[in-house]
């Protein structure tokens, strides 16, 4: 299985900015998988931050990006996207992509729900 971040990089506070992940190998297809994205600030837990079922309803946000970011999926092109908007310093951070073998997704954007990973990228936002 690959998971494959991409459109990392550096953005102004304020700014939008947008991720996208691509899946490869998944052993039920794409669309058989809940996906989520996570971050990890420097010196801190990773945490959730977004979390889209199979069939792309009820996305689940981290309650501090809830309004500024959205995921999104194409199921017939194996990607799951993170539109960030209003970016704060406080959103840098290493992005990771991951897929869940589940329809849904839990409560909280649970880590241990997802068993595939992809290495991350860094979205760095300077004031």
């Known amino acids: 299985v690959q998971v494959e971040e991409s459109g990392g990089g550096l953005v102004q506070e304020g700014e939008s900015f947008g991720v996208s992940c691509t899946v490869s190998?998944?052993?039920?297809?794409?669309?058989?998988?809940?996906m989520g994205w996570f971050r990890q600030a420097l010196g801190k837990p990773r945490e959730g931050v977004a979390c889209?079922?199979?069939?792309?309803?009820?996305?689940d946000y981290l309650d501090s990006v809830e309004g500024r970011f959205t995921i999104s999926r194409d199921n017939a092109k194996n990607i799951v996207r993170l539109q960030m908007n209003n970016l704060t310093v406080a959103d840098t951070a290493m992005y990771y992509c991951?897929?869940?073998?589940?329809?849904?997704?839990?409560?909280?954007?649970?880590?241990?729900?997802?068993?595939?990973w992809g290495r991350g990228i860094q979205v760095t936002v300077s004031s």
């Open positions: 190998g998944l052993r039920f297809g794409f669309g058989d998988y809940a």
């Open positions: 991951a897929a869940a073998p589940t329809s849904w997704c839990y409560r909280d954007i649970q880590e241990s729900q997802f068993n595939h």
């Open positions: 889209i079922r199979k069939d792309g309803e009820w996305p």
